[in-house]
C-alpha cells in the first residue's frame, strides 16, 4: 500500500528566507504527484502536477522536483512571503488499475512577517 | 466556471439522523470523488466516480453512499450518522486520471459536518 509521508509537520520561517518542504512515498510506481495549498477553513488548491517522465515544475516563485526512484519530492518557495502560510500537502497518483490520490498529512507553514 | 460548489457548507446532525452533501462541477469532468479530512491523517478517499452511471468504493467507504446519475453532480448520503463521522468532507474533480496535466484535481470549500 502507497504510503505518502511529510516531514516536518510544522514549519516556521522570517519573511524572505528561501525554504523546502518534502514529501516521500514508498512506492515508486506512480504516473504523478501533485503539490497542493490549503488556506484555514478553505479547500485545497492545486499548485503543481509532475508527471513521472518529469524532474521538475516551475511556477512563479515554486519548483517543484521529483526523484521517482529514491520516492522524494520537494517543493521549493523562493522568496517566502507571510501570504505563503498555509498548509502544503502532496498527493501521489499510483499507476496501477486503482488510481486514487494518496495524500500526505501535510506541513503547516508559518512566515513570520 | 463555478469551478466544484458544495453545499451546506456546515452542518450539525444528531446520531441516527441521515444527510445528503451534495457537490456539483461545471468544468465537464469525468472524475470525481469525495474524501473526508480529520487532523493528523491527511485526507482520506470515500468514494469516487469515473463517469456518469459508475461509482467505486475508496478507502474508507462504510456508513455512506453515492450515486452519479449525471456528469455534474455526484452527493454523498449519510445514511445514519455517528459521532464517528465528524469530519471535513471535500469533493473533488478531474478531467482524467491518466497522469498528464488533465489530472489535476480542483477541489469544492468543504462540509464541516458535526454529529452529535
Known amino acids: 500500500k502507497q504510503e505518502v509521508t511529510q516531514i516536518p509537520a510544522a514549519l516556521s520561517v522570517p519573511e524572505g528566507e528561501n525554504l523546502v518542504l518534502n514529501c516521500s512515498f514508498t512506492?515508486?510506481?506512480?504516473?504523478?504527484l501533485q503539490w497542493f495549498r490549503q488556506d484555514p477553513g478553505k479547500g485545497l488548491t492545486s499548485l503543481l502536477l509532475?508527471?513521472?517522465?518529469?524532474r521538475e515544475q516551475t511556477s512563479g516563485r515554486l519548483n517543484a522536483s521529483l526523484d521517482k526512484s529514491s520516492g522524494r519530492s520537494t517543493l521549493y518557495i523562493a522568496a517566502s512571503q507571510p501570504g505563503d502560510s498555509a498548509t502544503y500537502l502532496c498527493?501521489?497518483?499510483?499507476?496501477?488499475?486503482?488510481?486514487?490520490?494518496?495524500f500526505g498529512s501535510g506541513t503547516q507553514l508559518t512566515v513570520l512577517p | 466556471n463555478a469551478g466544484v460548489t458544495q453545499t451546506p457548507k456546515f452542518q450539525v446532525l444528531k446520531t441516527g439522523q441521515s444527510m445528503t452533501l451534495q457537490c456539483a462541477q461545471d468544468?465537464?469532468?469525468?472524475?470525481m470523488s469525495w474524501y473526508r479530512q480529520d487532523p493528523g491523517m491527511g485526507l482520506r478517499l470515500i468514494h469516487y466516480?469515473?463517469?456518469?452511471?459508475?461509482?467505486d468504493q475508496g478507502e474508507v467507504p462504510n456508513g455512506y453512499n453515492v450515486s452519479r446519475s449525471t456528469t455534474e453532480d455526484f452527493p454523498l448520503r449519510l445514511l445514519s450518522a455517528a459521532p464517528s463521522q465528524t469530519s471535513v468532507y471535500f469533493c473533488?474533480?478531474?478531467?482524467?486520471?491518466?497522469?498528464?496535466?488533465?489530472?489535476?484535481?480542483?477541489f469544492g470549500p468543504g462540509t464541516r459536518l458535526t454529529v452529535l
Open positions: 473533488a474533480s478531474s478531467h482524467g486520471t491518466s497522469g498528464g496535466p488533465t489530472d489535476t484535481q480542483y
Open positions: 512506492d515508486s510506481a506512480i504516473y504523478n
Open positions: 509532475i508527471q513521472s517522465s518529469q
Open positions: 498527493a501521489v497518483r499510483p499507476s496501477g488499475s486503482a488510481r486514487q490520490l494518496t
Open positions: 468544468m465537464n469532468h469525468e472524475y
Open positions: 466516480s469515473v463517469g456518469a452511471g459508475i461509482t
